[in-house]
Structure formats: C-alpha cells, structure tokens
C-alpha cells in the first residue's frame, strides 16, 4: 500500500470518528469509560501498597515482624526503588501521543496494567513479581484519560469533570480493603493474589471496550486531518514554521542548570523548593501504611476485621476531602489553603500512627490516614505547580516546575531508601513510632518555613511576577 492509499484509509477513518463526536449519547458514554479507566488506574497504583506484607512473607517464606521479613522487606524494598527508574523513559513514551494519536494509548496503558498486574500474581519467585512491578510502575503514571477529558470536555466543565473523575477513582480505591477482607486469608499469604483478580478483570474488560466505545479526541482529529489534506507545499511551509517556533522557544527556554539558578537564587522560590523537598520526603508513610496497620494487629492492638475497615474506609476519606482542597484554594489563597492542607497531613499521620500502635477505634484510624494523604498530596500539587507558577516568568516557567518536580523526585528517592532501611534496622513492629518520629518533624519544619518565608501568590500578575 502506498503512502497515498495509507493516508486516505487513515482520513476515512478520522472523518468517521468526527461523525461520533457529534452524536447524542457518545460523550456520556465516553465520560463513563474514562471514570472506569481512571478507577482501574488507581486501584493498579494501589493493590501493591494493600497487600504488601502478604506479599512479602508468601515470596519469602517469612511471617509479618521477624527479623527474617524485616529483612526480606527492606531489601526488596530497595530493589523495588529502582524499578522507578523506568520513569525516565516515560516522557518519551508520552510524546508519542503526539505522533500517533491518543485513542492507542488509552488501550496500551489500561491493557498494559491488566498485564503488569496479572505477571506480579503468577509470579512465584522475586523475579518475576518484579517484572511485573516494572510493567505496572510504566503503564500507570501516564493518564491519558485525563488528556481525553480535556480534550473532548466542553472548555466549562474541564476542570468539573477533571475533580468529579479523580475523586470517584480515588473513593474506588476502598474496593481494595473489601477485597483484602473477602479474599485474604493471614494464615494463608499467598491468597494476596486473589486481591488482584478483579483489577485485573477490569482492566482487560473496559481495555477492550475503550477499543469499541472510544474515538480519537476531537482535538487530535482535527488536527491530523488538516495535516493529512494539506499539500506538499503546505506541509513544508508548515513543518518550517513549527521549526522556527520550536527555535524561538528554546531561546526563551532555559536549561535545568538554569532553572536551579533561578530557584536558588529568589528567596521565594527558595523557600518552595525546601518546602516541596521536606515534603517530598515526608511522603514516606504513605509507602509503608499497610506494614503499620498489620504491626497493629500483630501486637493486637488492631484485630483483622479492624484493619480491613481501615483499609476500606480511608480511601472515601480520601476522596472526600481531596475534593473539599480543591475548593479552598481559590477561597482562602494559595499559602492559607497550603497550610491548611500540610496540617491536615501532619494531624492525620499522627493520629494514624496512634492508632497503629493503640486500641483506637479503626474508623478514626480510617478517617486519620484518609484525611491525611487528602492533604499531603494537595499541597504538593499546590507546591509543585500552582505556587511555583505563581512565582516564576512567563519565559522559564515551564522550566522551573519542572525541575521543582526533580527536587519532589530527589526527596521521593531518599523516603523509600529511609524507609527500607529503617525496616530493616528498627523492624517492621515499630514503623508506627519510627515513621512518626522522622516525618512529622519535617513536616512541621515545612509548614514553618512556607508561613514565615513564603509570599501569597494568588493575585500575581502571571506576565510580570516579581514576588521577591
């Protein structure tokens, strides 16, 4: 076939698409694949963390707080860390959503969990579970239903959607705990598996579905048929003029040398980047919340049924306040909203922490870490992106957020080393005391350091930001 026929076949096929964007029922019915897509995207983030201790003593032959599983636990912890570095191929593989259009990989990706998933269950040594983690680690950070959602959502209610989808994902991740009570059995670790049977079933079934249901985004569309209709001519012209402004923009762009310069070199942005850092590694907790839970039950301070209704119940919490944050951003202002949140955080980990090590009652644990992770990630999202934007020029913006995202990395990186190492020196029966003692602090540093040293930002003018 050649190059003529290709691009009249890929037209035909384009055109029809544009004829389903208009009909009466696809965008509801799009809407609602997508809202399953992003629940199976979280329920993939989520099921390692639900289960990890069973996890660990079926792979390792071991029993939950032993010298023996503390051990196993660090060190596959640590191995475990360095599947993330499959993460700096991901921009790549994002880009190519450019090239070749959106629709193949929504249909990858959610596929491409169903697979990482379904390799970690069949897997019966650390190898392979670990390939599965890889595959799992690549295919979910890349949502591209929320690129769908922007693309196909009416420019009003982009935002709306963007919230209402997020926050029925993240409520779905409870599904987790209500698997954990039906299917796990404590004397029996290996039934961790039956944990994932569902997410995997999902992921294949909406996987397939999307393939039917789901056409290329109006956006792209529109966008490739004007390309593919355009002459030869038109398409140098073209091609000529995206290089000169790609020029321009790297002109105006600067390298993350650069970027560091300016954030350490402002007393704003400064401030952010050790606030965004102290953060970044106090997220550590929430890579190890399961191990606190089950350290509950094994000093019988927390019993079975108790941890499964934690694990059930603080992801609603979750949910629930995750969208309550969004609201107060543009209410209160950027650095009130922000110290609220990081307060939520530390009140919630604390509480938590009690809970794990006490007899509290397991809703008010629930409710703890729910309300907790609620706050951690929305000051971080407001940290990395809103308040950084906020104090950065318009010509090396993009720049700075994304070497402020680097420095959330760098402090993502030393967490779960800290953490790894801690189980294996402390032991997996003091997480609850250990984690506490070493996050909470940081935490409180951090929230010290944005209301003494960081500007409000809400009222900056994005085209002349001075806030120094």
Same mark, same amino acid.
């Given at each position: ?35 399953? !897509? ?38 596959? #912890? ?13 921009? &790549?593989? %994002? ?23 379904? *390799? ?39 935002? %709306? ?18 698997? $954990?009570?039906? &299917? ?19 992921? /294949? $079934? ?45 002109? %105006? ?6 970027? &560091? ?25 929430? #890579? ?8 509950? $039950? ?22 629930? &306040?995750?969208?309550? #944050? ?8 950027? %650095? ?34 729910? /309300? ?10 407001? !940290? ?22 680097? *420095? ?12 790894? $190492?801690?189980?294996?020196?402390? #032991? ?41």
């Amino acid at each position: 076939m050649s190059n003529k026929e290709k691009e009249q076949k890929e037209i035909a096929r384009l055109e029809k698409d544009s004829i389903f964007h208009g009909h009466a029922h696809y965008f509801a019915i799009l809407i609602v694949v997508l809202t399953v !897509i992003y629940i199976v995207d979280e329920l993939a983030s989520n099921v390692r963390g639900a289960v990890d201790s069973f996890t660990i003593c079926d792979l390792f032959n071991t029993t939950f707080g032993s010298p023996e599983y503390d051990k196993a636990s660090g060190t596959l #912890g640590l191995v475990t860390t360095g599947c993330y570095l499959i993460y700096l191929v991901s921009p &790549f593989y %994002k880009s190519l959503a450019d090239k070749f259009g959106r629709r193949i990989f929504l249909i990858i990706n959610t596929l491409g969990m169903g697979v990482g998933m379904l *390799v970690a269950i069949i897997s019966r040594n650390v190898a392979l579970y670990l390939l599965g983690v890889v595959i799992m680690t690549f295919f979910t950070p890349n949502d591209m239903q929320v690129i769908y959602i922007m693309e196909c959502a009416p420019k009003e209610h982009r935002a %709306k959607l963007c919230s209402i989808t997020k926050g029925i994902a993240l409520i779905s991740v409870s599904l987790l705990g209500l698997f $954990v009570k039906m &299917f796990v059995d404590r004397n029996n670790p290996s039934t961790w598996r039956l944990v994932y049977i569902v997410p995997i079933i999902l992921a /294949f $079934v909406i996987g397939l579905a999307a393939i039917y249901f789901v056409k290329e985004t109006p956006v792209y569309t529109q966008k490739r048929l004007r390309y593919l209709k355009s002459s030869e001519e038109e398409r140098r012209a073209a091609a000529e003029a995206e290089k000169k402004a790609e020029d321009e923009e790297k002109k %105006k762009s600067v390298s993350v040398f650069g970027a &560091f310069r300016y954030i350490f070199t402002h007393k704003q942005t400064t401030a952010i980047a050790i606030v965004a850092l102290l953060f970044a590694i106090a997220t550590g907790y929430t #890579g190890k919340y399961q191990n606190m839970i089950e350290s509950g $039950v094994a000093r019988n301070v927390i019993t079975a049924d108790g941890a499964d209704i934690i694990l059930m119940f603080y992801p609603l919490i979750n949910g629930v &306040f995750t969208l309550l #944050g969004g609201f107060l951003t543009d209410a209160l202002g950027r %650095k009130k909203s922000a110290l609220i949140l990081g307060l939520w955080a530390a009140l919630g980990l604390a509480v938590f922490a009690w809970g794990c090590a006490n007899n509290l009652n397991p809703y008010i644990t629930g409710f703890a870490y729910g /309300f907790s992770i609620a706050g951690l990630w929305s000051i971080s999202d407001m !940290i990395y992106f809103i308040i950084t934007a906020e104090s950065t020029p318009t010509e090396i913006r993009a720049s700075v957020v994304g070497s402020m995202q680097l *420095v959330g990395m760098v402090g993502t990186g030393l967490n779960m080393v800290f953490n790894n $190492v801690v189980t294996m020196i402390a #032991g997996s029966m003091n997480l609850p005391l250990v984690l506490t003692a070493a996050y909470l602090p940081l935490m409180t540093i951090a929230l010290v350091i944005m209301m003494l040293r960081i500007k409000e930002t809400r009222d900056v003018d994005l085209e002349n930001v001075n806030v120094d």
